[in-house]
């Protein structure tokens, strides 16, 4: 069973970090891109940041210079450094991978459930 495994979420007040983490566990070939996204109340899922197997990175405009995304392969886990968080970064945060779990199917995407971010004014 390949699971996707959030933590680090919380309450903080605006201006304040929070550092998300992801697990990736379970019978895993490969991992390719990985990345984070968030979904507001009534609005839709949007990517935050990605990263390639390579290191390669990619932000939203509205966290860039702000959030860092980084991973470590060897523990198949990606990560979400927040700095100066806003009051619009509130929402629940999801990690996303790119995974191949067996030889003979293609790689496609898994989600984990999520981790809740608030950020008071």
């Known amino acids: 069973q390949v699971q996707l495994v959030e933590s680090g979420g919380g309450l903080v007040q605006a201006g304040g970090f929070l550092r998300l983490s992801c697990a990736a566990s379970?019978?895993?070939?490969?991992?390719?891109?990985m990345g984070w996204y968030r979904q507001a109340p009534g609005k839709q899922r949007e990517l935050v940041a990605a990263?390639?197997?390579?290191?390669?990175?990619n932000y939203a405009d509205s966290v860039r210079g702000r959030f860092t995304i980084s991973r470590d392969n060897a523990r198949r886990m990606v990560y979400l450094q927040m700095n100066s968080l806003k009051p619009e970064d509130t929402a629940v945060y999801y990690c996303?991978?790119?995974?191949?779990?067996?030889?003979?199917?293609?790689?496609?995407?898994?989600w984990g459930l999520g981790t809740q971010v608030t950020v008071s004014a």
């Open positions: 996303s991978a790119n995974l191949r779990v067996r030889f003979y199917e293609p790689p496609r995407d898994y």
């Open positions: 379970g019978s895993i070939i490969s991992i390719n891109d």
């Open positions: 990263i390639t197997s390579g290191g390669s990175t």
